[in-house]
């Protein structure tokens, strides 16, 4: 594919999304430590709720304790660790302090690859746990990209384009398996289709998200390459249309705040990738 043009100024501008995706936890937040290691990060009102679960005598706890500044997890096995945080998780809930509940979980995995616990993944925002998920660019040889409006139900970025497809990735899906999935529900892209999926890289990002909590996750990126005869079509909902447009439109999108801040850097780095 011979590489378009993007200029000076927009290229540095691309380059600044990619750069500042990663910000610095606020300062007020309270961290949350397994053992010695900082897992996460609670903002002050969150904070307060947890000493008044953890005081409720109907919640025993034996491996969570709140101190005056930090939350404290005790190192356990995985099954313990999850059962006592899907207490707390519980307890938040129906205070009101946890919002979007999926009945889903993320895993938890350290420097090391290993799972620590699992936890619901609205809770993983609250405490500002890092999580993960898959990005993947959805391209033709004309020099267009497909984004994804996402469905004004959405609870984050109701309205705002994404990338391809885009999701998180469960407790027990590889990266590999939680890609094709998504490729199917949101864009209904079988696996026959998928042999040109190519594994690029990986993006980390980091902001508050007012009302939810710390967003903190790494967003593994794909390219697929496309035929003019593949067109995507939702399945699951969260989609309320795919747009198809050249490479120069979707980098003045990217400029103009209309992608999530996460397909933002995602199409960001592969509008770079593909400029000269």
Sequence with gaps: MTPFLITTSARAALCEIIETSLRPVPKNCMEIRLGD????????????????????????????????????????NPFNISQELKILAECLRNKNYIHGWRDEEY??????????????????????????AIHVNGFTEHQTIWLAKRSPHKQTDPGKLDNLTAGGIAADETIQICALRELWEEAGIPHTHLKK???????????????????????????????????????????SEFINMSFNEAVDLVLTDELTPDAAAVTADFLLRMSS
């Design 37 to 76: 290691m900082c897992i996460g990060h609670i903002q002050p009102d969150i904070f307060r709720e947890i000493h008044r679960c953890l005081e409720d005598g109907d919640n025993e706890l034996n491996f969570i304790q709140a101190h005056s500044s930090y939350l404290q997890l005790e190192l356990s």
């Design 197 to 239: 999926l190519n594994p690029i890289n990986f993006i980390r990002v980091r902001r508050l998200i007012p009302h939810e909590g710390l967003h903190h996750e790494t967003l593994y990126t794909f390219d697929l390459p496309m035929s003019d005869e593949l067109l995507p079509m939702n399945q699951d909902g969260e989609v």
């Design 107 to 132: 895993a938890f995995i350290d420097e090391f690859s290993h799972e620590k616990f699992r936890l619901e993944r609205s809770v993983f925002r609250t405490f500002g746990m890092h999580s993960r």
